[in-house]
């Protein structure tokens, strides 16, 4: 075998075509595999009706209706490959997950047969929707996308910023009755339709089918505003999340800043952590509010601060008889690290070991406090803790502050170096989160970095000169040799 | 055809080819440790190769020792001198630079089950027991049904609708939840060993082989004997798995 041969063999392994052509679907076989897969949330009628649908938020689709979220066509007919895509990559943000580790055929089966749940709906051919001439960003793009943005009022239902915080949030409803979060732009990783370019410029276009968000193609003023809307909804947040494995607390040698939106805060990059639902004790939260806490840290020789960043659409206080409680979140840490690395249960502790909190509570607060459970919480006399909040336009800015120093074995004292457990607990109060129905983190690591030495400036240079005098040693026995 | 005939080319070509078969071809990817010691085997048989005769190695060394010392060539010399303690200037620069990772969360996979637990108040023995709603093959189907049905309203948040470990709660968590379709966890236990499992969770782990981080619940609060082995069944049946038997004693 010639290099030639095996370079073809290894560009053609390497440069396969990935590309999935559209195939006509068999209802009968799709049966077999909805009915294995998509069963047990989409029902068996497919009316968006199986046992789990309960529990989801948003709902199952709803088959029999023929109404289909993610379209690129211009009337209400999605094409066969718009089916096909949102079973292959699921619906982000969502309880759909991707179905691309069933078999491209199985897929293009289940298209066929959750096509005949709805046969009047697709007696009509999809209608290809026509995109206008691609815009690129630029400043002039942007600035039009925000007159955009306001002009056709995408801030009513989206907020100022994006953040799902318009005034109409709380009346929304989708076609089936029930309430309908509006998307939180900034966070486009959980875009239902996908987060390209051409996907959000597509849901503008089109709309989305069977929930308060219209086709915008006839009411911006020219067509290619859709592409200067949709620079504009790029650039209201990061690309993707990046969640953060460990936190840093960045040393300072100033006096750290109890203001959240002071410059000292916005210089650190954020570290991004997923928060779940409480799925362990009843009341359970299947569909939390907040997702992701950004959570940034600095400490000097005193005190150490810790600066939290969420979404909520609302601020919260107690009122208990509208269902509406006090927006919260809570910093959780052993309070001594046992030898083993062995750390109270990640829930709250347990009634053997408890946790040590930090616990911010919308009107009353932060608190020093102990809990055995997450039921029980028991506030330390005499906190020292202080802190200092920011709303703003659906967004918490929260600054928590406490001495680095332990007075007493019930509070972990923080040290340089260590890696100490800390895990988030967060309630939107506003969307009745309260007690046991939180959003919440396993266990994390926190590390208090040490004052950055100067070995990276050193050991380089080092390193650089030693290998110039090898090469140059070489180049000289090698022509002394000669 | 001179060129191509170069065996210095061959060895480039031949271990730019095997990295990126390694890197590219190789699903799910392999680690970096491993890849090392694939890349290392190569090396080692691309200089068996290059070095089988003398006239392949001076082939081979030819314009190596040509950059060194001919005059025509003193500007690529004069990069290679440059560009070569740069990088690895650089390469120093990264590692002293370098940032603390968080540590391991290490774990036994599969702890030695307890011979019995309490499950509300009754004993249920684990070690040597079996699935007894296996026996009743008349109803299989309707249990795994209904398996299914308890599945979807509390396991599959964090296991996944497709059991491998990737709902949407995953990734919020670590340790990950089990992935039922690894040939690694349900195929390698008993059924017995899953109840266990389920209805004491985390918290029922042992006390030996700590610190646990496990996120799991313990469901005999919440489920019955009954639903909790018909979830089992259907974990079988939907990964299409076959529970491990005990070993005759």
Redesign the interface.
């Known amino acids: 075998m010639t290099?030639?041969s095996?370079?073809l063999i290894?560009s053609v392994?390497?440069l396969s075509p990935r590309g999935v052509f559209a195939q006509a679907g068999d209802a009968n076989a799709g049966k077999v595999v909805y009915e294995?897969?998509c069963l047990?949330?989409h029902g068996e009628k497919g009316d968006g009706k199986?046992?789990?649908a309960e529990?989801l938020v948003p709902r199952p689709r709803d088959f029999t209706s023929g109404i289909y979220k993610i379209r690129t066509s211009a009337n209400k007919t999605p094409s066969d490959q718009d089916i096909f895509n949102v079973i292959t990559h699921g619906m982000p943000g969502t309880?759909m997950?991707a179905?691309d580790?069933l078999p491209d055929r199985d897929r293009w089966n289940v298209v066929a047969y959750v096509k005949t749940f709805a046969p009047e709906r697709f007696k009509e051919a999809p209608k290809k929707l026509d995109l206008p001439k691609e815009v690129s960003s630029s400043a002039e793009s942007l600035k039009r996308g925000k007159e955009m943005f306001e002009a056709i009022e995408c801030n009513k239902c989206h907020g100022t910023e994006g953040r799902a915080d318009g005034p109409s949030r709380p009346e929304l409803k989708d076609e089936w009755g029930q309430p309908i979060a509006p998307a939180n732009l900034t966070k486009r990783w959980n875009f239902r339709g996908g987060k390209s370019r051409t996907d959000i410029a597509t849901r503008l276009a089109a709309g989305v089918l069977g929930t308060p968000m219209p086709a915008f193609m006839d009411s911006v003023e020219k067509p290619e505003d859709i592409w200067h809307l949709t620079n504009y909804l790029l650039s209201l947040g990061p690309d993707d999340p990046r969640?953060a494995?460990?936190i840093?607390a960045s040393a300072a040698r100033e006096a750290i800043p109890d203001d959240p939106n002071a410059e000292f805060w916005k210089k650190m990059s954020p570290q991004n952590?997923?928060?779940?639902?409480q799925?362990?004790?009843?009341p359970r939260n299947?569909n939390p509010a907040i997702d992701l806490v950004a959570v940034r840290a600095a400490y000097n020789d005193r005190e150490i601060a810790f600066h939290l960043t969420w979404d909520d659409p609302s601020e919260s206080k107690a009122e208990p008889d509208k269902k509406i409680f006090a927006d919260a979140i809570s910093l959780q840490f052993a309070p001594a690290t046992g030898s083993?690395?062995?750390?109270p249960?990640?829930?709250m502790g347990?009634d053997a070991d408890a946790v040590y909190l930090l616990r911010w509570e919308q009107g009353t607060g932060v608190a020093e406090m102990t809990a055995n459970g997450p039921t029980k919480l028991q506030p330390i006399a005499g906190s020292e803790a202080t802190a200092k909040v920011v709303f703003q336009n659906g967004q918490y800015r929260l600054v928590i502050m406490r001495a680095l120093a332990a007075k007493d074995p019930s509070r972990p004292a923080f040290r340089q170096g260590v890696?100490a457990p800390i895990a988030i607990q967060a309630w939107e109060g506003g969307a009745g989160e309260t007690g046991t129905r939180m959003s919440?983190?396993?266990?994390?690591?926190l590390?208090l970095?040490e004052p950055q030495s100067n070995?990276?400036f050193v050991?380089?240079?080092?390193?650089?000169?030693l290998?110039?005098a090898a090469?140059?040693a070489?180049?000289r026995a090698?022509?002394r040799r000669? | 055809m001179n060129v191509l005939r170069s065996r210095l080319l061959h060895a480039v070509l031949i271990l730019i080819i095997a990295y990126a078969i390694f890197t590219f071809a190789i699903r799910p990817p392999a680690p970096r440790s491993v890849l090392a010691i694939y890349m290392g085997v190569v090396i080692l048989a691309t200089f068996v190769y290059i070095s089988s005769n003398s006239d392949s190695w001076r082939n081979f060394l030819r314009p190596l020792r040509d950059t060194l010392v001919q005059p025509e060539r003193r500007l690529v010399r004069l990069a290679v001198v440059i560009a070569i303690p740069i990088l690895l200037g650089y390469y120093a620069y990264t590692q002293a630079a370098a940032k603390a990772q968080a540590p391991p969360e290490l774990r036994a996979v599969h702890p030695a089950p307890p011979a019995s637990i309490q499950f509300r108040g009754k004993e249920i023995t684990i070690q040597g027991f079996d699935n007894p709603l296996r026996k009743d093959q008349a109803n299989l189907r309707k249990n795994i049904a209904a398996g299914g049905e308890t599945y979807i309203r509390n396991c599959m948040y964090c296991h996944g609708d497709n059991l491998d470990g990737k709902g949407h709660f995953a990734r919020g968590l670590n340790p990950p939840p089990a992935n039922f379709q690894d040939p690694g966890t349900i195929a390698m236990l008993q059924e017995a060993f899953l109840f266990w499992r389920i209805a004491k969770g985390g918290p029922g782990l042992p006390k030996e082989s700590t610190p646990w981080n496990s996120a799991m619940p313990a469901w005999e609060d919440r489920l019955t004997e009954e639903q909790i082995w018909q979830v089992i069944m259907y974990l079988y049946d939907a990964t299409g798995q076959q529970p491990r038997r005990w070993e005759a004693s």
């Open positions: 290099i030639v095996v370079l290894a392994l390497l294995r897969k047990l949330c199986g046992p789990a529990l309880s997950p179905w580790v969640y494995t460990l840093t952590l997923p928060l779940v639902g799925v362990v004790v009843d299947f083993g690395g062995e750390r249960y990640f829930l347990n890696f919440l983190t396993a266990w994390y690591y590390r970095e070995r990276r050991v380089p240079p080092v390193v650089a000169v290998t110039l090469m140059l070489i180049v090698a022509n000669r």
